[in-house]
């Protein structure tokens, strides 16, 4: 069973620019969420879909935003980006919906994203 | 917000150690969850944890869920090189979000 597969594995952008990142979650899993890992703050949740809705968002700014499709992949996208937002993003699937059941995350391995 | 204390933040021990690491909270999680990140990679599951007193255990890893609700220790018995990485721990709060708040991370290193 493929796990979480995240893509771009690497990017490289300038400030003021945006980028798209992509999730897959495994297959059968319907709630995904993001994380941002950096040395200084460590992890920290970015937001949570379930259903093609967003059902939780963590303290970030608004150029911040992601959305889910029907077939549960993911995106997230950056907007005006700052050098600050250099980070590896992380994605993760869960088997149940927010709120129901024991069903631990299962991270991919991230998206290296450098703000020059 | 919430805040987990991991410790310690690093540690070196021989080949063949036992090793401990724990964290601690201000709050209560309902849920503890262990994990191993390796360089370049996305942390790995190592151990969830779901009940208070609940001691679970994968191989040579052994995990806790204080009964306060707001510890969890982990325990690596005769460690391995393969062992070597960040150990994270992360607490959950069951309701309608499955927002993980997650340790600074332990860094293992294992000689030789």
């Known amino acids: 069973k493929a796990g979480v597969t995240q893509t771009p594995r690497y990017l490289i952008k300038t400030r003021g620019q945006q980028v798209t990142l992509s999730c897959s979650p495994i297959?059968?899993?319907?709630?995904v969420s993001w994380y941002q890992q950096t040395p200084g703050q460590g992890l920290q949740f970015l937001f949570e879909y379930f259903s093609e809705t967003q059902r939780n968002k963590g303290n970030f700014p608004g150029r911040f935003s992601g959305r889910q499709f029907s077939n549960s992949r993911s995106e997230m996208n950056v907007s005006t980006l700052e050098l600050g937002d250099s980070a590896l993003y992380l994605c993760?699937?869960?088997?149940?919906?927010?709120?129901?059941?024991?069903?631990?995350?299962?991270f991919g391995n991230g998206t290296r994203l450098t703000v020059t | 917000g919430q805040q987990l204390n991991q410790s310690p933040q690093s540690m070196f021990i021989q080949e063949g150690e036992d090793v401990s690491m724990n964290c601690t909270s201000s709050s209560i999680f309902n849920t503890w969850l262990w994990y191993k990140q390796d360089p370049g990679e996305g942390p790995v599951l190592l151990i969830a944890?779901?009940?208070?007193?609940e001691l679970t255990s994968n191989g040579r890893l052994t995990a806790q869920f204080g009964i306060t609700r707001k510890d969890s220790f982990l325990n690596i018995s005769a460690s391995i090189p393969s062992d070597v990485g960040i150990y994270f721990c992360?607490?959950?709060?069951?309701?309608?979000?499955?927002?993980?708040?997650f340790g600074s991370g332990t860094q293992l290193t294992v000689l030789p």
């Open positions: 993760a699937s869960s088997l149940a919906p927010p709120g129901q059941g024991d069903s631990p995350l299962h």
């Open positions: 992360a607490g959950q709060l069951r309701g309608s979000a499955r927002q993980l708040t």
């Open positions: 297959s059968g899993h319907r709630s």
């Open positions: 944890l779901y009940k208070a007193g």
